[in-house]
């Protein structure tokens, strides 16, 4: 093998290719598709948000537990008892789970999660849960879903037992995009909205599900 064969065969290669693409680039006036860096900025390619139960540590929950499931990932979601009680609304802290998520900034994003909805007693109908998150802002980029707040998303799953992947939206307002005023980590913080619910995914798409739900039980980001 010659030298120049060993150049163009080894480690270097790329570099020259790729050092070659974009002069060629600037004398044609093609443009160059070059990989989406991590934290995109806007317009850019943007990734689905998944955050999945099982992976959240027991500190994450208040007033919830981890159950076995054998359909969710990792075989585990959380969810809260029934006795039938009735819970308020966020600022109110009833039992809620907090975690974090890599979020890219003035990107829309559709929320959902993936519902559990358990068995009606009393005066719960276990099908509701609330969300918010910190660094979200409106149109007029004011705060908004702040935890510790009563601004709030709501999931409002079906009647009927079972799972389903449920918007998360403000009331009266179907379609609802959550906008982050600045790329990193933020707080996620989904409260019951009525005992015996539970959940094993939260779902942020900036694209793929803006306006129906994914239709396979697990997504993969």
Request: charged share 15%.
């Amino acid at each position: 093998m010659t030298a120049r064969e060993r150049w163009t065969r080894g480690p270097a290669r790329l570099v020259r290719l790729t050092l070659g693409l974009i002069a060629a680039a600037a004398v044609t006036g093609a443009t160059l598709a070059v990989p989406a860096a991590t934290d995109a900025a806007p317009g850019e390619t943007s990734r689905d948000v998944v955050v999945r139960a099982s992976s959240l540590p027991k500190s994450a929950l208040s007033e919830w537990a981890f159950w076995n499931d054998p359909l969710s990932p990792g075989g585990k979601l959380v969810g809260t008892p029934n006795t039938g009680g009735n819970l308020d609304p966020p600022p109110e802290k009833d039992p809620h789970v907090t975690f974090k998520a890599q979020v890219q900034g003035g990107v829309p994003y559709r929320c959902w999660v993936h519902m559990k909805v358990g068995t009606p007693k009393g005066l719960s109908k276990a099908n509701k849960l609330w969300v918010q998150f910190s660094n979200a802002a409106d149109a007029n980029g004011k705060a908004f879903l702040k935890p510790g707040t009563g601004s709030y998303l709501t999931a409002q799953g079906p009647t009927q037992s079972g799972w389903a992947w449920v918007a998360c939206d403000v009331a009266g307002a179907k379609g609802t995009r959550v906008t982050f005023a600045k790329s990193g980590e933020v707080t996620v913080y989904v409260q019951a909205g009525m005992e015996g619910v539970g959940f094993d995914q939260l779902l942020l798409s900036p694209a793929r599900f803006l306006a129906q739900p994914p239709a396979d039980a697990v997504v993969e980001n």
